[in-house]
């Protein structure tokens, strides 16, 4: 089973910037294509970014232009870099592999709030 470490969260003003790192145990994360998961208050779980293995990115619309998925297979670590973040990205923040949703245990993700 391979172990997710969700890290890089914390509180920031509308406007500002967060990169999220997730770091999985194993090398066979480089076998599976990766998504970054958010969850608010409230809400279910909605994927929002996601890499190819040879990386390949998509994301949704609401996210598009403002946040950046990336990822270093050397180092089995995925990556989520945002920008222009506004009120409405407050949620705790997952990585998992697009396939079924998430087939590997889930991590504690990592909490962003952004709030003035």
């Known amino acids: 089973q391979v172990q997710l470490v969700e890290s890089g969260g914390g509180l920031v003003q509308p406007g500002g910037s967060l990169r999220l790192s997730c770091a999985a145990s194993?090398?066979?994360?480089?076998?599976?294509?990766m998504g970054w998961y958010r969850q608010a208050p409230g809400k279910q779980r909605e994927l929002v970014a996601t890499?190819?293995?040879?990386?390949?990115?998509d994301s949704v619309d609401s996210v598009k232009g403002r946040f950046t998925i990336s990822r270093d297979n050397a180092k089995n670590t995925v990556y989520l870099q945002m920008n222009s973040l506004k009120p409405e990205d407050t949620a705790v923040y997952y990585c998992?592999?697009?396939?079924?949703?998430?087939?590997?245990?889930w991590g504690q993700g990592t909490q962003v709030t952004v709030s003035s």
């Open positions: 890499i190819s293995r040879t990386g390949t990115t």
């Open positions: 194993a090398s066979i994360f480089r076998s599976y294509a």
């Open positions: 998992n592999t697009v396939q079924e949703g998430g087939i590997w245990d």
